[in-house]
């Protein structure tokens, strides 16, 4: 997926000078201009063809490329009706091929999580934000047993093959402990896995999803706690890709259906209002199988938009999205308008629930969507 | 008090004799510049050290600090953050190394976790920009940050090599960004500065390994938080204020700053003597107008203001140009007191000695209370006397004859009371300089009777000698006593602080180079150049001790561990033997048995700690412990001998290895020393051991010294101490030569009439001169016998008292009859060449011109 790369190498750009200016007051929030060197993919791997997966080895970390993230979403309900939506991500950064060095705190890893918690009833998002070099044990990843972690926020393998996790992220009055357990296999995304950003041979990732997974655990909002079950998504993502020179910005769409299937979207949006021909998508039958979703094949109405009063970006917030083929046409709508991660760098991540046809039957649903680009051009920033 | 037209008649005055006027402000101007230079200095070293220490403290309110200097386990900075969520928290490595392209000047290496920094320091400045090889910062090992006053002296771009040496080994570092200061301050704490990531520095320092560690991590933490994590750490570890510790390095110059204040202040007492000299001149010289405007109904009070008006003024323009003179001076003092502070204590970077107000005011304060101070006598003098009396000539000398029994009277008392404050308040080292600044002037007090006595002794010698004029020459010297005793008086003490402050330095030495003997045993040294004096802990590659046991020739090594612990008492310099070092009796001022048994007892785990160490926590000579934090906890250890040791005056303890690994993780070692075989020539296994050794680049800073070399080290270190001490000295005779200078031009010219009277009578221009060098010489020679006990008596006080309260060291006085020998006849010469310039003035003005004067 381009667009979580964009974000990713944004972030990481971000993270880096964030020693630099992080030293301003924090009421200007910080939006320096990147004007940085394009990132030196000299020695790393490239997403060439497809590949054999072997699990719980490739949930874990991929050194020879240069990026890689682990996204955890889903929505929950609490035993007492409250919705929830949540977002835990871990991004790993090589800044030179190869496992880091085992000597003190010496690594060429950065990592960096996002979490999130949307509290429905309450009308709040809380969006959180850490870094941190991958050495000495304060961030790092593991295959074998699977294993990411940011400090205290972490996922950890159940089973051997890594397709039961549990996930803990606390920060002060917000927390987040869930055990996942895949209820569908895992979905190797684009050609057996190899999921292209360009037509340009190697401007690819190796993508990995569990598309449905049975989330069951507890939430604490604001202090209050909740018992929680709910459906969740993972992505797995890893590639060396050099930067598309006309995107401004990206959205992407997780969406569970009732009737079994999971579809997910992404269009890469150009700066000439367009749409990159290579945006698309999967979507996975109920029994698991799973169907390449070209961009043509998709329409995506927006229908409604919002202005965050933070950072004055004008998101879309509901949509009518058609696929003829497949007989689906769904209204999606975020839980809450007010979902965006006001972080280092900001976009919008948040739970939305779902109506409409599928197969030409009624469904209902929920997901997520990431919104990017939307909060300044991401022209301009590369 | 003072109207307006006696206002002017001081100005007119003033004016009416620039020659006096000038000589009381240079006076003032050069005992200013001599505090203000030292002040300078002293303020400088300690604003440069505060302003790097506050850089790198940032937002800092409490450090984690270690044991041992070697280090906190890293884990521990893991388990803070992950485990129990402290956040707001920082690795630092730290350390010191130099850099032999930019002078070999002293660098501090700091090596920070960029994305934990932000909430710490800044500074980076503002500027928002990108930094180009940014990332390289994280992966490269020899990426370093430097400020832009180092990039700039050293014409270093980004990407260029730099060279630094940390412990014995040279490492090519590259310069990977150039950091933005946000303004002038910080850019001169960024002086010295190379910034590294955690992962590097670790490398650079050793702290990396198996058991990886931190210098220390920095935290920022309410005070209630701080007492939660205090409650959770181990006992090796302490949770300390973010200040304390840089306070504590700071206070380690307090005494070596204090001593050179005291010496400084001397000057300034010598520029008294000037200034009192010089108005008690123009007092004399007036009294006729004085007595006619007490005549006139001008009052007492009236005049005194006058003379202090008088006093005043020259104070301001002598301050204001001692000021100037004091920072053209002071340029030279920093770089000498920073060297000192640099070879004994800590790490300091000065560029710049800039004025601050404080510094200004410090000296003119001084100049105008030594000159008003000074004015006193001849002011009261001045206001006192009846109109009539001070209209006569001669009243004025009477006067001053009758004084001399209580002055002498007065100076014996002052002297006592100095005795006595020496003797009485044994905890103070300012009392001390008290007690010798009151005997100092109490002896100076007793100089006009002393002289009078021995004019009347030495006059029948003279007139036996040198006939009649000799005996004029005696006489002249009683006749005028209030001016040729303050002459003297001044003499007297600037030469008698060079005899005290000569023996002490020779004693001091002789007693270093016996110490010095003593201790290097060993016939061959392994160490690398100490950056940072006792504060730095320095670590050499470890397997140096095998490899250099390895090479033909070498009978036995022994390895030494210098590490600064932490105790109740604040930091202790530790240093770890690995074996008895073969000690003589002489080496220890107490102990509980013979070597052998000192060195069983060390086994056991008791420590011996050097004479400074025992000095400073007033242990006593038997049975006294140690407590010091150990990774096992706090331990207290019993003390079995106190050692002579003139290496750190902070003192140190000595701990035997064995007993060490017990308390303490850390195996590094800072130096080996090495034993020939029998009949292996040192200097050719030092060349073995150069080859087997230092030959490959990582080592190539290790240094392989013989036994003499490294004594001879040690001694250029010693001298370079005293470099300042010597200046100061030096400065000293000069303005007690002005002093001489001006007192007898005063007399010279007061005596014209006299001496053109005897010209008529006959006196020939040879005979002229040789009455005025009888005379001077007479002075020169008075000042020169007083200064011989007094400087004597300065040695006592400086050897027995002040340096044992400064320093805490035993020194052996030695007196050497050449610094006496030499300081008598500096004194005859200083004050027959004062004599030159007067005497010329005499020849070319006119006997006629001067009988018609009065």
């Given at each position: 997926?381009?667009k979580?790369?964009s974000?990713l190498l944004v972030?990481?750009?971000?993270?880096v000078s964030?020693?630099?200016?992080?030293?301003?007051?924090?009421?200007?929030?910080p939006?320096?201009p990147?004007t940085?060197?394009a990132p030196?993919l000299?020695g790393?791997?490239?997403?060439?063809?497809p590949?054999d997966?072997?699990?719980p080895?490739?949930?874990g970390?991929?050194f020879?490329?240069?990026?890689?993230w682990?996204?955890?979403t889903g929505?929950?309900?609490a035993?007492t009706?409250?919705?929830?939506?949540?977002q835990?991500?871990?991004?790993?950064?090589?800044?030179t091929?190869?496992?880091?060095?085992?000597?003190g705190?010496?690594?060429n890893?950065?990592y960096?999580a996002h979490f999130a918690?949307?509290d429905?009833?309450g009308g709040r998002h809380?969006?959180l934000?850490r870094?941190?070099?991958g050495a000495?044990?304060?961030a790092?990843?593991?295959g074998?047993?699977f294993a990411?972690w940011l400090?205290?926020?972490?996922a950890d393998?159940?089973?051997?093959?890594?397709?039961?996790?549990?996930?803990r992220?606390r920060d002060?009055?917000l927390?987040l402990?869930?055990t996942?357990?895949?209820?569908?296999?895992?979905?190797?995304?684009g050609?057996?896995?190899?999921s292209?950003k360009?037509e340009?041979?190697?401007?690819a990732?190796?993508?990995?999803?569990?598309?449905?997974?049975?989330a069951?655990g507890r939430?604490?909002?604001d202090?209050r706690?909740f018992a929680?079950t709910g459906e969740?998504?993972f992505?797995?993502?890893?590639?060396?890709s050099?930067?598309?020179?006309n995107?401004?910005?990206w959205?992407?769409f997780?969406?569970?259906?009732?009737?079994?299937?999971?579809?997910m979207l992404?269009?890469l949006?150009?700066?000439?209002?367009?749409?990159?021909p290579?945006?698309g998508?999967?979507?996975?039958q109920?029994d698991?199988?799973?169907?390449?979703?070209?961009a043509?094949?998709v329409?995506?109405?927006?229908?409604d938009?919002?202005?965050?009063?933070?950072?004055r970006?004008a998101?879309?917030?509901?949509w009518?999205i058609?696929?003829?083929?497949e007989?689906?046409?769904?209204?999606?709508t975020?839980?809450l308008p007010?979902?965006?991660?006001?972080?280092m760098?900001?976009y919008?991540e948040?739970?939305v629930r779902?109506t409409?046809?599928?197969?030409?039957?009624a469904?209902s649903?929920?997901?997520?969507?990431e919104?990017?680009?939307?909060?300044?051009?991401m022209?301009?920033?590369? | 008090?003072l109207?307006?037209a006696?206002?002017?008649?001081?100005?007119r005055?003033?004016?009416?004799?620039p020659w006096?006027?000038?000589?009381?402000?240079?006076?003032?101007?050069?005992?200013?510049?001599v505090v203000?230079?030292?002040?300078l200095a002293?303020t400088?070293a300690r604003r440069a050290?505060?302003l790097?220490t506050?850089?790198?403290?940032?937002?800092t309110?409490?450090?984690?600090?270690?044991?041992?200097s070697?280090g906190?386990p890293?884990?521990?900075?893991?388990q803070?953050?992950v485990?129990?969520?402290y956040?707001?928290s920082?690795?630092?490595?730290?350390?010191?190394?130099t850099?032999?392209d930019?002078?070999?000047q002293?660098?501090?290496v700091?090596g920070?976790?960029p994305?934990a920094?932000a909430?710490?320091r800044?500074?980076l400045?503002?500027?928002?920009?990108f930094?180009?090889?940014?990332e390289r910062?994280y992966?490269e090992?020899?990426a370093?940050?430097?400020?832009p006053?180092m990039?700039?002296r050293y014409g270093l771009?980004?990407?260029d090599?730099?060279?630094?040496?940390?412990?014995?080994?040279?490492?090519?570092?590259?310069?990977a960004?150039?950091?933005?200061?946000r303004?002038?301050?910080a850019?001169?704490a960024?002086?010295?500065?190379?910034l590294?990531?955690?992962?590097a520095?670790?490398?650079l320092l050793?702290l990396?390994?198996?058991?990886?560690r931190?210098?220390?991590?920095?935290?920022?933490l309410?005070?209630a938080e701080a007492?939660d994590l205090t409650?959770?750490?181990?006992?090796s570890v302490?949770?300390a204020?973010a200040?304390?510790?840089?306070?504590t390095?700071a206070?380690?110059?307090a005494a070596?700053q204090?001593?050179?204040?005291a010496l400084?202040?001397l000057?300034?007492?010598?520029?008294?003597f000037l200034i009192y000299?010089t108005i008690m001149f123009s007092?004399?010289?007036?009294?006729?107008?004085?007595g006619?405007?007490?005549?006139?109904?001008?009052t007492g009070?009236q005049i005194?203001a006058m003379?202090?008006?008088?006093?005043?003024?020259?104070?301001v323009?002598?301050?204001l140009?001692?000021?100037g003179l004091?920072w053209?001076l002071?340029q030279?003092?920093?770089?000498?007191?920073?060297?000192?502070?640099?070879?004994?204590y800590?790490v300091?970077?000065?560029?710049?000695a800039?004025?601050?107000?404080?510094?200004?005011l410090?000296g003119l304060?001084l100049?105008?209370?030594a000159a008003l101070?000074a004015?006193t006598?001849?002011?009261?003098e001045?206001?006192?006397?009846?109109?009539?009396?001070?209209?006569?000539r001669s009243?004025?000398e009477?006067?001053?004859?009758q004084?001399?029994?209580?002055l002498f009277?007065?100076?014996l008392?002052?002297?006592?009371l100095g005795?006595?404050?020496l003797?009485?308040?044994t905890a103070s080292?300012?009392?001390?300089?008290a007690?010798?600044?009151?005997?100092?002037i109490g002896?100076a007090?007793?100089v006009?009777?002393a002289?009078?006595w021995?004019m009347t002794l030495?006059?029948p010698?003279?007139?036996?000698?040198?006939?009649?004029?000799?005996?004029l020459a005696?006489?002249?010297v009683v006749k005028a006593?209030?001016?040729?005793s303050?002459a003297?008086?001044a003499l007297?003490?600037a030469v008698?602080v060079t005899?005290?402050?000569s023996?002490m330095?020779?004693?001091f030495?002789?007693t270093?180079?016996?110490w010095l003997?003593?201790t290097l045993?060993a016939d061959l040294?392994?160490?690398a150049p100490?950056?940072?004096?006792?504060?730095?802990?320095?670590?050499?590659?470890?397997?140096?001790?095998?490899?250099?046991a390895a090479v033909p020739g070498?009978a036995?090594?022994?390895?030494?561990?210098t590490v600064?612990?932490d105790?109740?008492d604040?930091?202790?310099?530790l240093v770890v033997?690995?074996?008895?070092?073969r000690?003589?009796t002489?080496l220890y001022r107490?102990?509980?048995g013979d070597?052998d048994?000192v060195w069983r007892a060390?086994?056991?785990?008791?420590v011996?700690?050097?004479?400074?160490?025992a000095?400073r926590?007033r242990l006593p000579a038997?049975?006294?412990s140690?407590?010091?934090r150990?990774d096992?906890g706090e331990?207290t250890?019993p003390?079995?001998a106190v050692?002579?040791?003139y290496?750190?005056?902070q003192?140190?303890v000595l701990?035997?290895r064995?007993v060490?690994?017990?308390y303490w993780d850390?195996?590094?070692?800072?130096?080996?020393?090495v034993?020939?075989?029998?009949?292996?020539?040192?200097?050719a296994?030092?060349?073995?051991?150069?080859a087997?050794?230092?030959?490959?680049a990582?080592g190539a800073?290790?240094?392989?010294?013989?036994?003499?070399?490294?004594?001879?080290?040690?001694?250029?270190?010693?001298?370079?101490t005293?470099?300042?001490t010597n200046a100061?000295?030096l400065?000293a005779?000069?303005?007690?030569?002005?002093g001489?200078?001006?007192?007898?031009?005063a007399l010279?010219?007061?005596?014209?009439?006299?001496l053109?009277t005897?010209?008529a009578l006959?006196l020939?221009?040879?005979?002229?001169w040789r009455l005025t060098f009888?005379?001077t010489?007479?002075?020169?020679a008075?000042?020169?016998l007083f200064s011989?006990p007094t400087?004597?008596?300065?040695a006592l006080?400086?050897?027995?008292?002040?340096?044992l309260?400064?320093?805490?060291?035993?020194?052996q006085?030695q007196n050497q009859?050449?610094?006496?020998?030499?300081?008598?006849?500096?004194?005859?010469?200083a004050a027959v060449?004062?004599?030159i310039?007067?005497?010329?003035r005499?020849a070319r003005s006119?006997?006629?011109?001067a009988?018609r004067q009065?």
């Amino acid at each position: 997926m381009f667009k979580r790369l964009s974000l990713l190498l944004v972030s990481v750009t971000l993270a880096v000078s964030g020693f630099w200016y992080f030293t301003r007051p924090p009421a200007a929030p910080p939006r320096p201009p990147l004007t940085g060197p394009a990132p030196d993919l000299a020695g790393f791997a490239r997403a060439l063809a497809p590949q054999d997966f072997s699990l719980p080895r490739d949930h874990g970390p991929h050194f020879d490329y240069q990026t890689e993230w682990w996204y955890y979403t889903g929505n929950l309900t609490a035993a007492t009706g409250e919705h929830f939506g949540f977002q835990l991500t871990f991004f790993r950064r090589g800044l030179t091929p190869g496992a880091p060095p085992q000597a003190g705190l010496s690594t060429n890893q950065i990592y960096f999580a996002h979490f999130a918690i949307t509290d429905v009833a309450g009308g709040r998002h809380r969006g959180l934000e850490r870094f941190s070099r991958g050495a000495g044990g304060l961030a790092g990843a593991t295959g074998e047993p699977f294993a990411v972690w940011l400090e205290d926020w972490r996922a950890d393998a159940l089973n051997a093959d890594g397709s039961q996790v549990r996930l803990r992220a606390r920060d002060g009055a917000l927390a987040l402990d869930l055990t996942l357990r895949a209820v569908k296999p895992l979905v190797a995304h684009g050609d057996r896995g190899l999921s292209p950003k360009s037509e340009q041979p190697g401007n690819a990732s190796y993508y990995l999803s569990y598309t449905r997974l049975a989330a069951e655990g507890r939430v604490t909002v604001d202090g209050r706690d909740f018992a929680v079950t709910g459906e969740s998504w993972f992505d797995h993502e890893w590639s060396t890709s050099a930067l598309g020179p006309n995107g401004v910005g990206w959205d992407w769409f997780s969406l569970q259906l009732s009737d079994g299937r999971e579809l997910m979207l992404f269009q890469l949006r150009r700066d000439d209002g367009g749409i990159e021909p290579i945006s698309g998508g999967t979507l996975v039958q109920a029994d698991g199988r799973t169907v390449r979703v070209p961009a043509a094949a998709v329409q995506i109405e927006v229908l409604d938009t919002w202005d965050s009063p933070a950072t004055r970006g004008a998101y879309p917030a509901r949509w009518k999205i058609r696929i003829p083929s497949e007989q689906i046409e769904l209204d999606v709508t975020p839980w809450l308008p007010a979902q965006e991660m006001q972080l280092m760098f900001s976009y919008w991540e948040g739970a939305v629930r779902v109506t409409g046809l599928s197969g030409g039957q009624a469904v209902s649903g929920h997901g997520y969507i990431e919104l990017t680009g939307y909060a300044g051009s991401m022209q301009g920033v590369f | 008090m003072l109207t307006p037209a006696l206002f002017k008649t001081v100005l007119r005055d003033a004016i009416r004799r620039p020659w006096q006027s000038g000589l009381m402000i240079l006076g003032v101007a050069l005992g200013v510049a001599v505090v203000i230079a030292i002040d300078l200095a002293n303020t400088s070293a300690r604003r440069a050290f505060d302003l790097s220490t506050e850089a790198v403290i940032g937002r800092t309110t409490h450090q984690l600090l270690p044991a041992a200097s070697v280090g906190l386990p890293q884990d521990l900075y893991r388990q803070l953050r992950v485990d129990w969520g402290y956040r707001l928290s920082a690795p630092v490595v730290e350390g010191l190394g130099t850099a032999p392209d930019l002078d070999g000047q002293p660098v501090r290496v700091l090596g920070v976790d960029p994305v934990a920094e932000a909430p710490f320091r800044d500074y980076l400045g503002a500027s928002g920009e990108f930094v180009p090889g940014l990332e390289r910062f994280y992966t490269e090992a020899s990426a370093v940050l430097i400020g832009p006053g180092m990039a700039e002296r050293y014409g270093l771009a980004l990407g260029d090599p730099l060279r630094v040496q940390v412990a014995e080994r040279v490492e090519t570092l590259t310069v990977a960004g150039l950091l933005q200061p946000r303004d002038e301050r910080a850019r001169r704490a960024l002086d010295g500065l190379l910034l590294m990531d955690v992962g590097a520095a670790q490398r650079l320092l050793r702290l990396d390994g198996p058991a990886p560690r931190l210098t220390r991590v920095d935290l920022i933490l309410t005070e209630a938080e701080a007492r939660d994590l205090t409650a959770r750490l181990p006992a090796s570890v302490r949770l300390a204020p973010a200040n304390t510790q840089a306070e504590t390095v700071a206070q380690l110059t307090a005494a070596f700053q204090l001593n050179l204040t005291a010496l400084s202040l001397l000057a300034l007492v010598v520029g008294m003597f000037l200034i009192y000299n010089t108005i008690m001149f123009s007092v004399v010289q007036r009294r006729q107008v004085l007595g006619i405007l007490r005549s006139l109904g001008v009052t007492g009070e009236q005049i005194f203001a006058m003379i202090w008006v008088e006093a005043a003024l020259v104070a301001v323009v002598g301050g204001l140009l001692g000021v100037g003179l004091g920072w053209l001076l002071g340029q030279g003092a920093v770089r000498l007191v920073t060297q000192t502070i640099n070879d004994l204590y800590y790490v300091v970077t000065v560029r710049e000695a800039p004025l601050e107000p404080l510094t200004v005011l410090k000296g003119l304060g001084l100049g105008l209370a030594a000159a008003l101070l000074a004015a006193t006598a001849p002011a009261l003098e001045a206001a006192t006397v009846a109109p009539v009396t001070m209209t006569q000539r001669s009243a004025f000398e009477d006067r001053a004859r009758q004084l001399l029994p209580w002055l002498f009277g007065a100076g014996l008392i002052l002297g006592a009371l100095g005795v006595a404050a020496l003797l009485l308040i044994t905890a103070s080292l300012v009392a001390a300089f008290a007690g010798l600044f009151l005997i100092v002037i109490g002896l100076a007090l007793a100089v006009p009777q002393a002289t009078v006595w021995l004019m009347t002794l030495a006059a029948p010698l003279l007139r036996r000698g040198a006939g009649v004029l000799g005996a004029l020459a005696a006489r002249t010297v009683v006749k005028a006593i209030s001016r040729t005793s303050v002459a003297i008086a001044a003499l007297m003490v600037a030469v008698s602080v060079t005899i005290g402050v000569s023996v002490m330095i020779a004693s001091f030495r002789a007693t270093v180079v016996n110490w010095l003997d003593l201790t290097l045993v060993a016939d061959l040294y392994l160490s690398a150049p100490v950056v940072g004096g006792s504060q730095a802990t320095l670590t050499l590659d470890p397997g140096l001790a095998a490899r250099a046991a390895a090479v033909p020739g070498v009978a036995a090594v022994e390895t030494i561990r210098t590490v600064t612990v932490d105790s109740p008492d604040g930091p202790t310099s530790l240093v770890v033997a690995d074996s008895q070092t073969r000690r003589s009796t002489a080496l220890y001022r107490y102990a509980s048995g013979d070597p052998d048994e000192v060195w069983r007892a060390m086994q056991a785990g008791a420590v011996i700690v050097s004479e400074p160490y025992a000095f400073r926590r007033r242990l006593p000579a038997q049975g006294g412990s140690v407590v010091l934090r150990t990774d096992r906890g706090e331990q207290t250890f019993p003390v079995a001998a106190v050692y002579y040791d003139y290496a750190s005056d902070q003192g140190r303890v000595l701990i035997s290895r064995g007993v060490y690994e017990q308390y303490w993780d850390d195996r590094g070692i800072s130096g080996v020393a090495v034993y020939a075989a029998s009949g292996v020539d040192a200097g050719a296994l030092a060349d073995a051991l150069r080859a087997t050794l230092a030959g490959d680049a990582a080592g190539a800073g290790l240094q392989v010294q013989v036994n003499r070399a490294l004594r001879d080290q040690a001694l250029v270190v010693f001298d370079r101490t005293f470099a300042i001490t010597n200046a100061l000295r030096l400065l000293a005779v000069i303005v007690a030569f002005i002093g001489v200078l001006s007192a007898l031009m005063a007399l010279q010219l007061e005596r014209a009439r006299e001496l053109a009277t005897l010209q008529a009578l006959g006196l020939t221009a040879g005979q002229l001169w040789r009455l005025t060098f009888l005379e001077t010489g007479l002075m020169g020679a008075a000042a020169g016998l007083f200064s011989l006990p007094t400087g004597f008596v300065l040695a006592l006080v400086l050897v027995y008292v002040i340096n044992l309260r400064s320093f805490g060291w035993t020194i052996q006085l030695q007196n050497q009859p050449e610094v006496y020998l030499q300081a008598f006849l500096v004194s005859v010469a200083a004050a027959v060449l004062a004599a030159i310039y007067p005497l010329r003035r005499l020849a070319r003005s006119s006997v006629a011109a001067a009988l018609r004067q009065e």
